[in-house]
């Protein structure tokens, strides 16, 4: 098993930056990829951004590219998202997810493990 903590979200003015950062604990080897999902209020869970595990690959959903950059550091288990020039539509609870295949993703079903999300406001 793999236990996942995001933690860094809150409230931000339209424009703002945040960094959310997601630990890794338990059967970290056997970890591939890692990425980050959102769900707004009445939507379905949509993807974010995705990295390898040496971040050579790293894809991004259309809504957030050039705003928000995610990496790892294997080093410490953690992944990261910085989110800058946020916009009232990027409000959401954000989840991280761990997969153990080899194929990077934006695709939930194919994620093994999941973080129990952390609230991002943007105000406009």
């Known amino acids: 098993q793999v236990q996942l903590v995001e933690s860094g979200g809150g409230l931000v003015q339209a424009g703002g930056s945040l960094r959310l950062s997601c630990a890794a604990s338990?059967?970290?080897?056997?970890?591939?990829?890692m990425g980050w999902f959102r769900q707004a209020p009445g939507k379905e869970r949509e993807f974010v951004a995705a990295?390898?595990?040496?971040?050579?690959?790293?894809t991004y959903a259309d809504a957030v590219k050039g705003r928000f950059t995610i990496s790892r550091d294997n080093a410490k288990n953690t992944v990261y998202l910085q989110m800058n020039s946020l916009k009232p539509e990027d409000t959401a609870v954000y989840y991280c997810?761990?997969?153990?295949?080899?194929?990077?993703?934006?695709?939930?079903?194919?994620?093994?493990?999941w973080g129990q999300g952390t609230q991002v406001t943007v105000s406009s």
């Open positions: 990295i390898s595990y040496g971040g050579v690959r790293i």
């Open positions: 338990g059967r970290t080897f056997s970890v591939n990829c």
């Open positions: 997810a761990a997969g153990t295949g080899a194929r990077l993703s934006e695709y939930s079903g194919e994620y093994d493990y």
